[in-house]
């Protein structure tokens, strides 16, 4: 099996982790869905791009040495229109003093999802299984009450749906109070496109789709964060 | 004499039909060397020695260069002097040598070698130079079960490797369960028990360090074995990286043709070293199990007992086609008890139509409860659990039957087995609850179950074994509306 470049290129360079806009783009490849992004330098070059992806968006720093960004300030969420240079600014602050040795490749310009169903689809490989697959809630549903489902990679639609239908959190899939009916095969579709990506992808050791943002039914859903560890198994 | 090997020639002809599997020679081997035999009773050699040469149909030879004759009965001094083919090799030498033996046997061109010798990788560094050293000899030139193993029962053919003295281990009589242990004694206080509670586990094997033959292997063999109706697996723990996949698809195929119980225990080493964070870290490794028990459509028990249960419905009765339950009892507390262990699980009770309540009301006692649980109440007679039978389970209302009969009660006699036996042609499943202690409950459960109608002591037992019927119902696609 060929590398995937994205990944080739980040064992090349020695890194453990893709960056966010590789995360992104690897995500893009397998039909994914991801709101539109781009890598961008400084202020002015944001400036310029966000007239494309078009407001209100999110801005998170991109550096090789921060794996958990929002730790460090590194993540502003719902920018509108006149506050993208002082966003810019802001997070340049919060790195300077809470990582000051990180590494900055630059800012990832991300359009905002629309509020839903927070959810996390994420990866582990196990000596013995290979890939697993995790879904929960996002949230405290998965760390605190530990409400997850597992499957062994490669997961079919009919393992996706039973896997999301397993956990306790599904009533909120179904429009539990004036919520709405979630878009379940969204989820379902976004399963099996990773599960395949992780086939294909023998190097990735873990990986974490969080939030993946569940909208109502007919209307999709979005990883709207990813992240991906990868190592020369 | 003539007439023997005639009946031993259509034997092995009869085995060559059934089977095509590889493992085919290693539960049924025409012929059978043990290497480390010994008249020596106590011993391990001694046990297996003495197991194959009274029970084993089919060629035996004793290879142990000590002896030269013992009770009449010849002694190899290699296996390499054995005249005949020999299918199947049963070492039982000490680690040291095992390398050796081993070699001579696939000079001698012997197929399967079924190492129960001890002291190899289990044991520490010197032991595992040992495996490896095994492991290059054997190369895919025989197929080895084991080492440090307990090794085959065959309760078709006498092949009995256990090496556990008959007065410590009973042996339970040829049966539709296979059983697959990933531990050795568990394995053989499976047999006795099964044995004891007269539970036909026809085929049984623990395969130790697993150098060569694994559990799918095993698995697939059991599929083909047309002996087998399901199968029990004891699992522990996998041992080799990317073999968890393989089992995985191989139960999803076996499923397919036969259920598969497993009950896991204990957990592997997570692997270390690794880094493991978030996600990883709840994928601790019982919950990587769990799932993929679930994905391979196998039924996953609690415990041996559970297992068992549900392998004595799933080798007996016929799969429903949905998750309706009738309730026939002669107690309303056991009947109540029950409706709680189905609900739990998921099975329904369904109130019967008002006809055919009108129906059973014209020939139950006035005091009789006919909605569903019917409770027959402690006038209970055989008659009445005939009548509510043969009229509610062959309707569409109901998919199967959860009997109840306390046979405390003075107007229930042995009959009532019949009957229930006889219920056995509306092809819905069927099992009873019993309880209690007196002879004639003895004498009513055994005549159920030995013509294929499961007994339960508890109703969440009947319960749990319903359920699985049900689940693999499902798996297999039987269910309306699946």
């Known amino acids: 099996m060929v590398m995937n470049p994205i990944v080739a290129k980040a064992l090349e360079e020695g890194r453990y982790k893709l960056l966010e806009h590789e995360s992104f783009e690897l995500l893009r490849q397998y039909n994914i869905p991801v709101p539109d992004f781009a890598l961008v330098q400084d202020v002015n070059e944001a400036l310029k791009v966000v007239k494309d992806i078009g407001y209100p968006v999110a801005l998170k720093v991109v550096s090789p040495d921060i794996i958990h960004k929002s730790d460090v300030g590194g993540v502003i969420l719902n920018i509108n229109n006149d506050e993208l240079r002082s966003a810019c600014e802001r997070i340049r602050i919060n790195i300077r003093e809470k990582a000051p040795y990180a590494r900055v490749s630059g800012f990832l310009l991300q359009r905002m999802v629309p509020e839903g169903l927070e959810t996390i689809v994420g990866a582990t490989k196990d000596p013995i299984f290979g890939h697993v697959i995790a879904f929960g809630l996002g949230g405290v549903m998965v760390e605190v009450l530990q409400d997850v489902s597992f499957r062994i990679v490669p997961v079919t639609e009919e393992d996706a749906r039973a896997m999301i239908r397993e956990i306790k959190g599904y009533r909120l899939f179904n429009g539990y109070r004036n919520m709405p009916v979630r878009d379940e095969e969204a989820v379902v579709y976004i399963i099996t496109r990773f599960s395949e990506l992780l086939s294909e992808n023998p190097n990735i050791v873990e990986a974490d789709l969080n939030p993946v943002i569940v909208l109502e039914r007919g209307k999709g859903a979005y990883a709207a964060d990813a992240r991906f560890i990868i190592g020369t198994a | ?85 020999v299918d199947s090799a049963v070492i039982v030498v000490p680690a040291p040598t095992v390398p050796k033996v081993v070699d001579e ?43 440090n193993c307990i090794g085959v029962y065959n309760a078709f053919n006498g092949l009995d490797t256990f090496f556990l003295p008959e007065d410590r281990m009973g042996r339970p009589k040829p049966g539709p369960v296979a059983l697959i242990s990933n531990s050795g004694a568990v394995a053989g206080a499976i047999l006795d028990w099964a044995a004891r509670r007269n539970i036909g586990v026809g085929l049984a094997v623990n395969y130790g360090n697993k150098l060569d033959i694994n559990e799918a292997e095993l698995l697939e063999y059991f599929a083909r074995d047309s002996r ?82 549900m392998a004595k419905a799933l080798a007996t009765q016929p799969l429903p086609r949905g998750n309706r339950v009738l309730i026939i009892t002669d ?49 209970a007679t055989d008659a009445m659990y005939k009548f509510v039978l043969d009229t509610v389970l062959p309707t569409s209302y109901v998919d199967m039957a959860l009997i109840i009969a306390l046979m405390q009660i003075p107007g229930l006699t042995i009959n009532l087995s019949n009957y229930i036996v006889e219920a056995r042609r509306f092809n819905k499943p069927i099992v009873v609850v019993s309880f209690g202690g007196n002879e004639y409950v003895a004498k009513f459960e055994n005549h159920l179950e030995e013509n294929g109608i499961p007994v339960y002591h508890a109703p969440h037992r009947a319960a749990k074994a319903l359920w699985a019927l049900y689940e693999y119902a499902k798996i297999k696609g039987v269910v309306r509306g699946w």
């Open chain 2, 331 to 379: 107690s309303g507390g056991m009947g109540i008890q029950s409706v709680d262990a189905l609900d739990m699980r998921g099975l329904q009770v369904p109130e019967l139509s008002e006809s055919l309540q009108e129906i059973l009301r014209k020939q139950l006692p006035p005091l009789a409860v006919t909605r569903n649980p019917i409770d027959l109440t402690g006038s």
């Open chain 2, 105 to 147: 046997c696939i000079r001698k061109g012997v197929k399967v070698a079924i190492i129960i010798s001890g002291g190899l990788s289990e044991v520490g560094e010197e032991g595992a130079k040992l495996e490896n050293e095994l492991r290059r000899i054997v190369q895919n030139r025989i197929r080895v079960l084991g080492p």
């Open chain 2, 228 to 309: 087998v109706r399901v199968i029990v697996m004891y699992m522990e723990g996998l041992k080799y990286p990317g073999e968890g996949r393989k089992l995985l698809d191989v139960m999803r195929e076996v499923v397919s043709i036969k259920p598969i119980v497993v009950y896991k225990a204990g957990r592997t080493k997570a692997a270390s070293g690794a880094v493991r964070s978030h996600t990883a870290a709840l994928a601790g490794n019982y919950e990587i199990y769990k799932p993929m028990l679930r994905q391979a459509g196998v039924i996953e028990a609690d415990n041996l007992t559970d297992a068992f249960d």
């Open chain 2, 1 to 85: 004499m003539e007439a023997q090997s005639q009946v031993q020639q259509s034997k092995s002809i009869e085995s060559q039909l059934v089977i095509t599997s590889p493992l085919d020679l290693l539960f049924n081997p025409r012929s059978v060397a043990i290497i480390g035999a010994t008249p020596r009773e106590n011993s391990v050699g001694g046990v297996i020695t003495k197991n194959l040469l009274t029970k084993f149909k089919g060629k035996v030879y004793l290879v142990n260069p000590k002896y030269d004759e013992v009770n009449g009965v010849k002694y190899y001094k290699s296996i390499l002097d054995v005249q005949d083919e």
